[in-house]
């Protein structure tokens, strides 16, 4: 029963990410390539900078931390499931980039915006819609450009929240 119900459902999961890799125009694969690009560590890291030289608090501090322990998370679980990409599994599944390591689940690059929406949202409430519709792109980004499925940014973003929690009340 288990099997038929996680065949079913990976073949369904499997439907959206073709269909969202390869319905893609040209334009929408340029924005999302800005997009993953977007969501790479160094945009993380610097507001984590600019926050602790603009708030008198540790907030900066614990958002550098916290994208350092996501790091380690997400290399962990990428390493022990060795789930590989979809483009990589998938041969009409299109690479519409290069990624940065060979595993797909969960999505790093997902669990960092979420991450920090989740921190700069507690810190900074102003920031929160742009900080969350960059999380929603950078997310959406790893689907279309054959890097990952859909659980996978399900599960980098369920990660990413938590540590975010974790880091912003702590």
Known sequence: MFLSAFGWFHHHELRLCRAANQ????RVVWWMRLATRVGDAPLWFSIAYAMHWVRSDWMGLRMALAIGVGALVCRAIKLVTGRDRPFAAYPDIQRLAAPIDRYSFPSGHTLH????AVIVSHAIPQLAPV???L????????VVLGFHYPTDVAAG????????AIAANW
Do not use: E, H, K, L
């Open 23 to 26: 319905r893609s125009g040209a």
């Open 113 to 116: 915006a979420v991450s920090s």
């Open 131 to 133: 900080m969350w519709t």
């Open 135 to 142: 999380a929603a792109a950078v997310g959406a980004s790893r």
């Open 157 to 164: 973003a369920t990660i990413g929240a938590t540590i975010g």
